[in-house]
Nanobody
Framework: QVQLVESGGGLVQAGDSLRLSCAAS????????MGWFRQAPGKEREFVAV????????LYADSVKGRFTISRDNAKNTVYLQMSNLKPEDTAVYYC???????????????WGQGTQVTVSS
């Protein structure tokens, strides 16, 4: 059982950086792979990044590779998404999610936060 709350979204200009945070509640946090997904208006929710609780390995969508970094602090029950060199196409609602499997597949994530809006102006 995991409850997730995202924060850190906002309005920024292209080229700026943001760090999203996802605070997790529940004693099983360290057992889950933690991921970030995003959904732009009129688009499907898409995978952004995931980090394994087992070894810390990470996967990224090609669209964000080299610009975004996912990390976690198990002691704080928090996962982060550091976003750099933001582009207008990064504009979306960003969702934190937890899965019992290390995966980029949305269907395998069991728990979801409410989302936080990221808007990047040109």
């Amino acid at each position: 059982q995991v409850q997730l709350v995202e924060s850190g979204g906002g309005l920024v200009q292209a080229g700026d950086s943001l760090r999203l945070s996802c605070a997790a509640s529940g004693r099983t946090f360290s057992r889950y792979a933690m991921g970030w997904f995003r959904q732009a208006p009129g688009k499907e929710r898409e995978f952004v990044a995931v980090i394994s609780w087992i070894d810390g390995n990470r996967l990224y969508a090609d669209s964000v590779k080299g610009r975004f970094t996912i990390s976690r602090d198990n002691a704080k029950n928090t996962v982060y998404l550091q976003m750099s060199n933001l582009k207008p196409e990064d504009t979306a609602v960003y969702y934190c999610a937890a899965s019992t499997q290390y995966s980029s597949s949305r269907s395998l994530f069991n728990y979801w936060g409410q989302g936080t809006q990221v808007t990047v102006s040109s």
